[in-house]
Protein backbone atom coordinates (compact mmCIF):
# COMPACT_ATOMS: atom_id res chain seq x y z
CA UNK A 1 0.00 0.00 0.00
CA UNK A 2 1.08 3.61 -0.94
CA UNK A 3 0.57 6.68 1.12
CA UNK A 4 -0.40 9.73 -1.12
CA UNK A 5 -0.21 14.06 -0.14
CA UNK A 6 -3.46 15.55 0.03
CA UNK A 7 -1.80 18.83 -1.61
CA UNK A 8 -1.12 15.83 -4.47
CA UNK A 9 2.61 17.26 -5.10
CA UNK A 10 5.06 15.28 -3.13
CA UNK A 11 5.66 11.58 -4.35
CA UNK A 12 3.73 8.92 -2.70
CA UNK A 13 6.11 6.81 0.27
CA UNK A 14 5.45 3.62 1.80
CA UNK A 15 4.24 2.69 5.14
CA UNK A 16 7.80 2.72 6.66
CA UNK A 17 8.05 6.29 5.31
CA UNK A 18 5.24 8.43 6.42
CA UNK A 19 5.90 6.33 10.14
CA UNK A 20 9.16 8.09 10.50
CA UNK A 21 7.68 12.00 8.36
CA UNK A 22 5.69 14.40 9.66
CA UNK A 23 3.68 16.68 6.76
CA UNK A 24 4.59 16.05 3.02
CA UNK A 25 7.33 17.98 1.59
CA UNK A 26 4.06 19.88 -0.12
CA UNK A 27 2.44 20.80 3.25
CA UNK A 28 0.13 18.48 2.75
CA UNK A 29 -0.71 15.03 5.43
CA UNK A 30 -0.39 11.35 4.07
CA UNK A 31 -3.21 9.24 3.14
CA UNK A 32 -3.79 5.63 1.89
CA UNK A 33 -3.47 5.41 -1.79
CA UNK A 34 -6.32 2.68 -1.76
CA UNK A 35 -8.04 2.23 1.69
CA UNK A 36 -8.72 -2.27 1.86
CA UNK A 37 -12.52 -3.03 3.15
CA UNK A 38 -14.04 -6.14 5.21
CA UNK A 39 -17.05 -8.52 4.30
CA UNK A 40 -19.77 -9.26 6.22
CA UNK A 41 -18.29 -12.67 6.68
CA UNK A 42 -15.06 -11.25 7.89
CA UNK A 43 -16.91 -8.54 10.07
CA UNK A 44 -18.95 -11.60 11.58
CA UNK A 45 -15.46 -13.16 12.61
CA UNK A 46 -14.51 -9.90 14.12
CA UNK A 47 -17.15 -10.67 17.28
CA UNK A 48 -14.79 -13.16 18.91
CA UNK A 49 -11.61 -11.85 18.51
CA UNK A 50 -9.61 -10.12 21.65
CA UNK A 51 -8.65 -6.36 21.00
CA UNK A 52 -5.05 -6.76 20.37
CA UNK A 53 -6.24 -10.08 17.58
CA UNK A 54 -8.97 -7.53 16.08
CA UNK A 55 -5.72 -4.67 15.79
CA UNK A 56 -4.05 -7.34 14.33
CA UNK A 57 -6.41 -7.80 11.49
CA UNK A 58 -6.73 -4.58 10.74
CA UNK A 59 -4.25 -2.93 11.02
CA UNK A 60 -2.37 -5.73 8.73
CA UNK A 61 -3.66 -4.16 5.21
CA UNK A 62 -2.10 -0.95 5.87
CA UNK A 63 1.67 -2.15 6.99
CA UNK A 64 1.29 -4.06 3.92
CA UNK A 65 4.40 -6.63 4.72
CA UNK A 66 6.90 -3.94 6.18
CA UNK A 67 6.91 -5.52 9.32
CA UNK A 68 6.53 -9.62 9.00
CA UNK A 69 3.51 -10.79 11.01
CA UNK A 70 5.48 -12.82 13.82
CA UNK A 71 6.96 -9.78 14.70
CA UNK A 72 3.82 -7.43 14.20
CA UNK A 73 1.50 -9.36 16.06
CA UNK A 74 3.97 -9.30 19.12
CA UNK A 75 4.12 -5.19 18.39
CA UNK A 76 0.51 -5.13 18.71
CA UNK A 77 0.37 -7.56 22.09
CA UNK A 78 2.80 -5.40 23.91
CA UNK A 79 1.15 -2.02 22.84
CA UNK A 80 -2.15 -3.16 24.53
CA UNK A 81 -0.33 -5.41 27.14
CA UNK A 82 -0.23 -1.97 29.58
CA UNK A 83 -4.08 -1.03 29.35
CA UNK A 84 -5.59 -1.84 33.12
CA UNK A 85 -8.72 -3.66 31.60
CA UNK A 86 -8.28 -6.68 29.57
CA UNK A 87 -11.08 -5.48 27.31
CA UNK A 88 -8.93 -2.47 26.56
CA UNK A 89 -11.83 -0.93 25.05
CA UNK A 90 -14.70 -1.86 27.25
CA UNK A 91 -17.85 -0.38 26.09
CA UNK A 92 -20.46 1.06 29.26
CA UNK A 93 -24.24 1.25 29.03
CA UNK A 94 -25.61 4.62 29.95
CA UNK A 95 -29.51 3.94 28.95
CA UNK A 96 -31.29 2.35 26.58
CA UNK A 97 -29.60 1.86 23.48
CA UNK A 98 -26.65 4.58 25.04
CA UNK A 99 -23.25 3.42 25.59
CA UNK A 100 -19.84 5.17 25.90
CA UNK A 101 -16.53 3.18 24.79
CA UNK A 102 -13.86 3.90 27.76
CA UNK A 103 -10.63 4.79 25.59
CA UNK A 104 -9.00 5.65 28.82
CA UNK A 105 -7.63 2.61 30.32
CA UNK A 106 -3.79 2.73 29.32
CA UNK A 107 -0.86 4.05 31.18
CA UNK A 108 -2.15 8.03 30.89
CA UNK A 109 -5.62 7.95 31.33
CA UNK A 110 -6.67 8.99 27.39
CA UNK A 111 -7.38 7.36 24.23
CA UNK A 112 -4.43 9.02 22.64
CA UNK A 113 -2.86 5.65 24.27
CA UNK A 114 -4.32 3.77 21.79
CA UNK A 115 -2.52 5.30 19.32
CA UNK A 116 0.73 6.19 21.35
CA UNK A 117 1.75 2.90 22.35
CA UNK A 118 1.57 1.65 19.23
CA UNK A 119 3.33 4.23 17.84
CA UNK A 120 6.45 4.01 20.39
CA UNK A 121 6.63 0.13 18.97
CA UNK A 122 6.51 0.11 15.34
CA UNK A 123 8.91 2.86 15.53
CA UNK A 124 11.46 1.44 17.62
CA UNK A 125 11.11 -1.94 15.88
CA UNK A 126 11.89 0.07 12.51
CA UNK A 127 14.44 2.10 13.54
CA UNK A 128 16.43 -0.60 15.09
CA UNK A 129 15.55 -2.91 12.43
CA UNK A 130 17.74 0.29 9.81
CA UNK A 131 20.14 0.94 12.65
CA UNK A 132 18.97 4.40 12.83
CA UNK A 133 18.33 6.98 15.48
CA UNK A 134 15.60 9.81 15.12
CA UNK A 135 14.70 12.65 17.29
CA UNK A 136 10.61 13.33 18.13
CA UNK A 137 9.53 16.74 18.32
CA UNK A 138 6.10 17.32 20.03
CA UNK A 139 4.08 19.99 21.48
CA UNK A 140 1.18 19.51 23.90
CA UNK A 141 -1.55 21.33 25.31
CA UNK A 142 -1.75 17.76 27.88
CA UNK A 143 -2.56 14.36 26.53
CA UNK A 144 0.03 14.07 23.66
CA UNK A 145 2.79 14.78 25.27
CA UNK A 146 2.30 11.73 28.26
CA UNK A 147 1.36 9.62 25.82
CA UNK A 148 4.11 9.86 23.36
CA UNK A 149 6.62 10.03 26.20
CA UNK A 150 5.11 6.43 27.91
CA UNK A 151 5.06 4.93 23.77
CA UNK A 152 9.02 6.00 23.28
CA UNK A 153 10.39 5.87 26.77
CA UNK A 154 12.11 2.49 26.33
CA UNK A 155 13.37 3.37 23.21
CA UNK A 156 17.40 3.65 22.40
CA UNK A 157 16.82 4.89 19.27
CA UNK A 158 14.36 7.82 19.91
CA UNK A 159 15.54 11.09 21.61
CA UNK A 160 11.93 12.59 22.40
CA UNK A 161 11.57 16.46 23.03
CA UNK A 162 7.37 17.39 24.16
CA UNK A 163 7.02 21.27 24.47
CA UNK A 164 4.12 22.22 26.76
CA UNK A 165 3.03 25.94 27.94
CA UNK A 166 4.38 26.81 31.04
CA UNK A 167 2.39 27.05 33.99
CA UNK A 168 -0.53 26.12 31.41
CA UNK A 169 -0.97 22.82 31.67
CA UNK A 170 -2.92 21.33 34.80
CA UNK A 171 -1.27 19.79 37.35
CA UNK A 172 -1.57 16.41 36.58
CA UNK A 173 -1.19 16.39 33.04
CA UNK A 174 2.57 18.18 33.62
CA UNK A 175 3.62 15.47 36.81
CA UNK A 176 2.26 12.66 34.20
CA UNK A 177 5.07 13.96 31.29
CA UNK A 178 7.44 15.45 33.97
CA UNK A 179 7.65 12.67 36.00
CA UNK A 180 8.71 10.21 32.74
CA UNK A 181 12.52 10.06 33.46
CA UNK A 182 15.22 8.62 31.23
CA UNK A 183 18.29 10.11 29.76
CA UNK A 184 16.14 10.35 26.10
CA UNK A 185 13.47 11.84 27.52
CA UNK A 186 13.01 15.75 27.83
CA UNK A 187 10.41 18.17 28.57
CA UNK A 188 10.52 21.50 27.73
CA UNK A 189 8.62 24.19 29.14
CA UNK A 190 8.08 27.10 26.88
CA UNK A 191 7.48 30.61 28.46
CA UNK A 192 4.77 31.19 25.62
CA UNK A 193 1.21 29.54 24.67
CA UNK A 194 0.35 26.28 23.22
CA UNK A 195 0.41 27.86 19.55
CA UNK A 196 3.68 29.34 20.83
CA UNK A 197 5.06 25.96 21.20
CA UNK A 198 3.72 24.32 18.10
CA UNK A 199 4.57 27.02 16.00
CA UNK A 200 8.17 26.27 17.37
CA UNK A 201 7.94 23.03 16.57
CA UNK A 202 6.77 23.71 12.61
CA UNK A 203 9.48 25.83 12.20
CA UNK A 204 12.16 23.15 13.56
CA UNK A 205 10.34 20.33 11.12
CA UNK A 206 10.83 22.89 8.51
CA UNK A 207 14.60 23.81 9.24
CA UNK A 208 15.85 20.95 10.48
CA UNK A 209 19.76 21.84 9.86
CA UNK A 210 20.34 22.08 13.43
CA UNK A 211 19.97 18.53 13.91
CA UNK A 212 23.80 16.58 13.80
CA UNK A 213 24.54 14.16 10.24
CA UNK A 214 22.28 11.38 9.97
CA UNK A 215 19.64 12.65 12.36
CA UNK A 216 16.23 13.69 11.68
CA UNK A 217 12.68 14.93 13.33
CA UNK A 218 9.60 12.18 13.81
CA UNK A 219 6.15 13.55 14.54
CA UNK A 220 4.13 12.34 17.42
CA UNK A 221 0.91 14.59 17.06
CA UNK A 222 -1.84 13.34 14.75
CA UNK A 223 -0.33 14.07 11.13
CA UNK A 224 1.42 11.04 11.72
CA UNK A 225 -0.97 8.66 9.85
CA UNK A 226 0.13 5.49 12.19
CA UNK A 227 -2.00 7.51 14.90
CA UNK A 228 -5.11 7.62 12.98
CA UNK A 229 -4.76 3.80 11.53
CA UNK A 230 -4.16 2.65 15.25
CA UNK A 231 -7.68 4.65 15.92
CA UNK A 232 -9.58 2.28 13.33
CA UNK A 233 -9.65 -0.50 15.54
CA UNK A 234 -11.87 0.50 18.35
CA UNK A 235 -15.07 1.50 15.87
CA UNK A 236 -15.10 -1.56 14.60
CA UNK A 237 -14.67 -3.24 18.44
CA UNK A 238 -17.57 -1.28 19.74
CA UNK A 239 -19.96 -2.04 16.43
CA UNK A 240 -19.23 -6.11 16.62
CA UNK A 241 -19.63 -6.10 20.60
CA UNK A 242 -23.12 -4.45 19.61
CA UNK A 243 -24.34 -6.60 16.78
CA UNK A 244 -22.51 -4.95 13.97
CA UNK A 245 -22.25 -5.67 10.54
CA UNK A 246 -26.12 -6.60 11.14
CA UNK A 247 -26.70 -4.06 13.15
CA UNK A 248 -25.22 -0.33 12.41
CA UNK A 249 -24.22 1.59 14.99
CA UNK A 250 -24.17 5.08 16.08
CA UNK A 251 -20.75 7.32 17.31
CA UNK A 252 -20.83 10.72 18.79
CA UNK A 253 -16.86 11.84 19.04
CA UNK A 254 -15.56 14.55 20.88
CA UNK A 255 -12.98 16.02 18.61
CA UNK A 256 -10.74 19.50 18.20
CA UNK A 257 -8.28 18.36 15.33
CA UNK A 258 -10.93 15.82 13.80
CA UNK A 259 -8.13 13.05 14.27
CA UNK A 260 -10.35 10.62 16.45
CA UNK A 261 -13.40 10.80 13.95
CA UNK A 262 -11.37 11.23 10.81
CA UNK A 263 -10.75 7.48 12.15
CA UNK A 264 -14.24 6.99 12.14
CA UNK A 265 -15.42 8.23 8.89
CA UNK A 266 -12.32 5.58 7.66
CA UNK A 267 -13.98 2.31 9.33
CA UNK A 268 -17.41 3.65 7.40
CA UNK A 269 -15.38 3.56 4.04
CA UNK A 270 -13.73 0.54 5.18
CA UNK A 271 -17.58 -1.45 5.04
CA UNK A 272 -18.09 -0.88 8.60
CA UNK A 273 -22.42 0.03 8.91
CA UNK A 274 -22.43 3.24 10.59
CA UNK A 275 -25.54 5.00 10.87
CA UNK A 276 -24.31 8.53 12.34
CA UNK A 277 -20.79 9.94 12.71
CA UNK A 278 -21.48 13.02 14.94
CA UNK A 279 -18.86 15.86 15.41
CA UNK A 280 -18.58 16.84 19.24
CA UNK A 281 -17.16 20.40 19.77
CA UNK A 282 -16.61 22.72 22.86
CA UNK A 283 -16.55 26.13 21.92
CA UNK A 284 -14.20 25.99 19.52
CA UNK A 285 -16.46 25.18 17.11
CA UNK A 286 -14.47 25.55 13.35
CA UNK A 287 -15.96 22.35 12.95
CA UNK A 288 -19.53 22.82 13.81
CA UNK A 289 -19.48 25.69 11.65
CA UNK A 290 -18.62 23.96 8.96
CA UNK A 291 -20.96 21.21 9.11
CA UNK A 292 -23.73 23.35 9.93
CA UNK A 293 -23.38 26.37 7.87
CA UNK A 294 -20.92 25.91 5.59
CA UNK A 295 -18.70 28.40 6.83
CA UNK A 296 -14.57 27.32 6.87
CA UNK A 297 -12.55 29.87 8.67
CA UNK A 298 -10.73 30.54 12.07
CA UNK A 299 -12.11 32.76 15.06
CA UNK A 300 -10.08 33.19 18.28
CA UNK A 301 -9.04 30.46 20.71
CA UNK A 302 -11.10 29.81 23.82
CA UNK A 303 -10.02 28.07 26.44
CA UNK A 304 -12.52 25.80 28.08
CA UNK A 305 -12.73 23.05 30.55
CA UNK A 306 -12.31 20.46 27.65
CA UNK A 307 -8.81 21.68 26.61
CA UNK A 308 -7.87 18.73 24.79
CA UNK A 309 -9.88 20.13 21.92
CA UNK A 310 -9.28 23.84 22.00
CA UNK A 311 -8.09 24.55 18.50
CA UNK A 312 -8.52 27.07 16.01
CA UNK A 313 -7.59 24.86 12.97
CA UNK A 314 -8.29 21.07 13.06
CA UNK A 315 -5.42 19.79 11.16
CA UNK A 316 -7.15 15.94 10.12
CA UNK A 317 -9.74 17.46 8.60
CA UNK A 318 -7.92 18.07 5.55
CA UNK A 319 -7.54 13.91 4.65
CA UNK A 320 -11.52 14.55 4.80
CA UNK A 321 -11.65 17.12 3.01
CA UNK A 322 -9.12 15.63 0.17
CA UNK A 323 -12.13 13.07 0.01
CA UNK A 324 -14.54 15.91 -0.46
CA UNK A 325 -12.59 17.66 -3.16
CA UNK A 326 -12.89 14.06 -5.12
CA UNK A 327 -8.92 13.52 -4.04
CA UNK A 328 -8.13 16.77 -6.55
CA UNK A 329 -4.79 17.48 -4.28
CA UNK A 330 -4.85 21.22 -6.55
CA UNK A 331 -7.94 21.81 -6.12
CA UNK A 332 -7.76 21.16 -2.29
CA UNK A 333 -4.27 22.87 -1.65
CA UNK A 334 -6.01 26.43 -2.86
CA UNK A 335 -9.17 25.97 -0.62
CA UNK A 336 -6.32 25.06 2.32
CA UNK A 337 -4.09 27.97 1.37
CA UNK A 338 -6.33 30.82 0.23
CA UNK A 339 -7.73 33.24 2.68
CA UNK A 340 -8.33 32.29 6.30
CA UNK A 341 -9.16 34.94 8.02
CA UNK A 342 -12.28 35.62 6.29
CA UNK A 343 -14.37 32.70 6.10
CA UNK A 344 -14.70 30.57 3.09
CA UNK A 345 -17.01 27.46 1.85
CA UNK A 346 -17.36 24.87 -0.68
CA UNK A 347 -19.98 24.40 -3.09
CA UNK A 348 -23.34 23.71 -1.63
CA UNK A 349 -22.90 19.62 -3.55
CA UNK A 350 -19.73 19.42 -1.62
CA UNK A 351 -21.62 20.83 1.69
CA UNK A 352 -24.49 18.39 1.07
CA UNK A 353 -22.19 15.37 0.68
CA UNK A 354 -20.34 16.54 4.00
CA UNK A 355 -23.24 16.31 5.45
CA UNK A 356 -24.88 13.02 4.72
CA UNK A 357 -21.64 11.37 6.72
CA UNK A 358 -21.71 13.86 9.99
CA UNK A 359 -23.83 15.19 12.30
CA UNK A 360 -21.87 18.05 14.61
CA UNK A 361 -23.31 20.00 17.97
CA UNK A 362 -21.00 22.36 19.75
CA UNK A 363 -20.94 22.46 23.97
CA UNK A 364 -20.41 25.58 26.01
CA UNK A 365 -18.52 25.06 29.72
CA UNK A 366 -22.08 25.34 31.55
CA UNK A 367 -23.70 22.60 29.62
CA UNK A 368 -20.44 20.61 30.00
CA UNK A 369 -20.70 20.54 33.58
CA UNK A 370 -24.39 20.31 33.37
CA UNK A 371 -23.94 17.06 31.56
CA UNK A 372 -21.66 15.57 33.97
CA UNK A 373 -23.83 16.23 36.95
CA UNK A 374 -26.76 14.48 35.07
CA UNK A 375 -24.98 12.01 33.87
CA UNK A 376 -23.52 10.57 37.48
CA UNK A 377 -27.29 11.37 38.83
CA UNK A 378 -28.86 9.12 36.27
CA UNK A 379 -25.92 6.31 36.88
CA UNK A 380 -23.37 6.92 39.20
CA UNK A 381 -21.30 7.18 36.48
CA UNK A 382 -18.11 9.91 36.49
CA UNK A 383 -17.44 11.08 33.06
CA UNK A 384 -14.57 13.73 31.66
CA UNK A 385 -15.60 17.20 30.21
CA UNK A 386 -14.15 15.69 26.74
CA UNK A 387 -16.79 12.97 27.44
CA UNK A 388 -19.82 15.28 28.20
CA UNK A 389 -19.43 17.19 24.96
CA UNK A 390 -19.47 14.07 23.29
CA UNK A 391 -22.73 12.77 25.37
CA UNK A 392 -24.72 16.01 25.12
CA UNK A 393 -23.83 16.07 21.21
CA UNK A 394 -24.88 12.41 21.00
CA UNK A 395 -28.53 13.00 22.80
CA UNK A 396 -28.69 16.00 20.94
CA UNK A 397 -28.67 15.11 17.20
CA UNK A 398 -29.89 11.79 17.56
CA UNK A 399 -32.20 10.51 15.01
CA UNK A 400 -33.23 7.15 15.59
CA UNK A 401 -33.10 5.51 19.02
CA UNK A 402 -33.61 2.24 17.10
CA UNK A 403 -29.79 2.20 16.54
CA UNK A 404 -27.42 2.11 18.96
CA UNK A 405 -25.51 5.41 20.06
CA UNK A 406 -21.70 4.86 21.29
CA UNK A 407 -20.05 7.93 23.15
CA UNK A 408 -16.35 7.63 22.79
CA UNK A 409 -15.24 8.21 26.44
CA UNK A 410 -11.91 9.99 25.80
CA UNK A 411 -9.78 10.71 29.15
CA UNK A 412 -10.34 9.36 32.61
CA UNK A 413 -12.12 12.36 34.86
CA UNK A 414 -9.37 12.29 37.38
CA UNK A 415 -7.49 13.99 34.35
CA UNK A 416 -10.03 17.01 34.58
CA UNK A 417 -10.64 17.57 37.89
CA UNK A 418 -11.50 21.05 37.69
CA UNK A 419 -14.53 20.32 35.36
CA UNK A 420 -15.58 17.63 38.18
CA UNK A 421 -15.36 19.98 41.18
CA UNK A 422 -17.41 22.74 39.08
CA UNK A 423 -20.10 19.93 38.37
CA UNK A 424 -20.28 20.00 42.07
CA UNK A 425 -19.35 16.15 42.39
CA UNK A 426 -16.10 14.59 44.50
CA UNK A 427 -13.02 14.34 42.51
CA UNK A 428 -12.18 10.98 41.43
CA UNK A 429 -9.25 9.02 43.26
CA UNK A 430 -6.41 8.59 41.00
CA UNK A 431 -5.85 5.03 39.84
CA UNK A 432 -3.51 2.17 41.57
CA UNK A 433 -0.61 2.85 39.23
CA UNK A 434 -0.61 6.34 39.49
CA UNK A 435 -1.21 6.97 43.50
CA UNK A 436 2.08 8.66 44.14
CA UNK A 437 1.91 10.44 41.46
CA UNK A 438 1.84 13.72 43.12
CA UNK A 439 5.30 13.17 45.79
CA UNK A 440 6.96 11.43 42.11
CA UNK A 441 10.38 13.43 41.44
CA UNK A 442 9.99 15.85 38.18
CA UNK A 443 12.33 17.18 35.71
CA UNK A 444 11.75 20.20 33.15
CA UNK A 445 13.78 22.93 31.74
CA UNK A 446 11.78 26.17 31.27
CA UNK A 447 13.03 27.75 28.15
CA UNK A 448 12.29 30.79 26.50
CA UNK A 449 9.52 31.75 23.98
CA UNK A 450 11.65 31.18 20.83
CA UNK A 451 12.77 28.37 17.89
CA UNK A 452 16.68 29.18 18.83
CA UNK A 453 16.03 28.51 22.25
CA UNK A 454 14.22 24.96 21.90
CA UNK A 455 16.89 24.08 18.79
CA UNK A 456 20.10 25.13 20.91
CA UNK A 457 18.39 23.56 23.52
CA UNK A 458 17.62 19.99 21.59
CA UNK A 459 21.10 20.31 20.27
CA UNK A 460 22.76 20.22 23.53
CA UNK A 461 21.12 17.44 24.92
CA UNK A 462 21.84 15.06 22.65
C1 LIG B 1 -6.78 14.71 22.04
C2 LIG B 1 -8.07 14.59 22.75
C3 LIG B 1 -9.30 14.81 22.12
C4 LIG B 1 -9.42 15.26 20.69
O1 LIG B 1 -8.82 14.39 19.78
P1 LIG B 1 -8.79 14.73 18.21
O2 LIG B 1 -7.50 14.16 17.72
O3 LIG B 1 -8.86 16.20 18.12
O4 LIG B 1 -9.93 14.07 17.60
C5 LIG B 1 -10.46 14.61 22.85
N1 LIG B 1 -10.41 14.27 24.15
C6 LIG B 1 -9.25 14.05 24.80
C7 LIG B 1 -9.28 13.70 26.24
C8 LIG B 1 -8.04 14.21 24.13
O5 LIG B 1 -6.89 14.01 24.78
Known sequence: ??????????????????LLTGLAPDGGLYVPEQLPSFSKEEMEQMASLSYPELAHKIITPFIDGAINDADLKEIIDRSYASFANKAV???????????????????????KDFALQLLGNLLDYVLKRNNQKVVILGATSGDTGSAALEGCRHSDNVDIFILHPYQRVSEVQRRQMTTVL?????????KGNFDDCQRIVKAAFGDQSFLPEGRQLAAV?????????????????????????????SFSVPTGNFGDIYAGYLAMQMGLPVRQLIVATNSNDILHRFINRN???????????????????????????????????????????????GTHSVTPERWEQARKVFASASVNDDVTCEVIK?????????????????????????????????????AHPVKFADAVTRAGLDTPALPEHLRDLFEREEQYAIVENS????????????
Not at 182 to 190: L, M, P
Not at 310 to 318: G, H, P, Q, R
Open 374 to 410: QVYEETEFLIDPHTAVGVKAARECNTDKSVPMITLAT
Open 451 to 462: KEAVTDFVKSHL
Open 1 to 18: MRYISTRGKAPAQTFEQV
Open 89 to 111: APLHMLGANEWVLELYCGPTLAF
Open 295 to 341: EYGLSELKHTLSPSMDIMVSSNFERYLFDLFGRDGQALAQFMTSSTD
Open 221 to 249: NSINWARIMAQIVYYFYASVQLGGPHRPV
Open 182 to 190: GDNVHNIAV
